[in-house]
Structure formats: structure tokens, C-alpha cells
């Protein structure tokens, strides 16, 4: 069973599920699902480029943002992760052709790769991103996050 949440259509979509899922590991989803209009609007609706573009004065402004999950780290890898997609996109066409390129190896090459890339990309936010990006299936949840959740 592959799942996906979000109309993944361009950078933008995947790079929006990417940051959901860094923001949910740790946090309360209801949390960060109900503030999400608020991320949306604070990081000019996930365009990588623009987000990578903030400074380090918009990063602190954004780390002051009551309509926010305030965790410093996070936030600061929301801008670092987009210029990560930037790079990605200027190498492959687009951050999806990468992803897309991805989907001929094994789930654990995938995670694998994502987690060398991205800041705050554990084994769980890997998995839970290809899973509802629809590039990853139930059975291919490590043990440890399977037991982790069973509890």
C-alpha cells in the first residue's frame, strides 16, 4: 500500500511534504497540522528558491513567529534544506526527477540518500516522507520505527 497526501506536482509540493514531516518528527502532527497555513505563508508556500534566499535576520524573525513551531534547529533547516532542493534541482531538473530517479533502488538506499541530504532527516521522517510522497510502501518501515509507533 503506497499513500500520498499532497498533490505532489512540482518542487514546491514535495519539498512543503518534506518540511511537514521534519516538523512532525518530535512534535504533535495535530500541532503542526493546524499551524501549517501559517508555515505555508511564512516560507512563501515552500518555492525553494525563495526559501532559500532568507537570511539569517529572516530565520530569527521566523524563529520569533508566535503562528509558529519555534525550534531554532527546524527552522533553520527549512531554509538549508531549500537550498539543498535548489542544488538538487539544478543537477537533476527538478528536485522530483531526483526523487523519481531514486525509485529503481531499494528502500534503504532511498532513505539512505534523503538522509545524507537533508538536515533533521532521521530514519522515521525518511520513511513517513517517501511513504506519502507514494515512493515507499508499509512493508518498508524499518522494524524500529514499526515498533516505535506500536506503542
Not at 3 to 9: G, I, K
Request: charged share 25%; hydrophobic share 45%; glycine share 2%.
Amino acid at each position: 500500500m503506497r499513500s500520498t497526501t499532497l498533490p505532489l506536482r512540482d518542487d514546491a509540493a514535495y519539498f512543503s511534504l518534506l518540511t511537514r514531516k521534519v516538523f512532525h518528527a518530535g512534535f504533535s502532527q495535530m500541532l503542526v497540522d493546524r499551524r501549517w497555513a501559517k508555515f505555508e505563508s511564512a516560507f512563501y508556500n515552500f518555492d525553494p528558491q525563495r526559501v532559500a534566499e532568507l537570511s539569517n535576520s529572516d530565520v530569527e524573525r521566523l524563529q520569533r513567529d508566535p503562528n509558529l513551531i519555534r525550534n531554532k534547529r527546524k527552522i533553520s533547516s527549512v531554509v538549508t534544506n531549500a537550498r539543498h532542493v535548489c542544488r538538487i534541482a539544478r543537477t537533476h531538473g527538478s528536485f522530483r526527477a531526483w526523487l523519481r530517479a531514486l525509485e529503481v533502488l531499494p528502500y534503504e538506499c532511498r532513505a539512505d540518500a534523503l538522509m545524507s541530504v537533508f538536515e533533521q532527516m532521521g530514519a522515521a521522517t525518511a520513511f513517513w516522507f517517501l511513504f506519502e510522497a507514494g515512493m515507499a510502501e508499509l512493508h518498508d518501515c524499518p522494524d524500529e520505527i514499526r515498533l516505535r509507533t506500536a506503542r
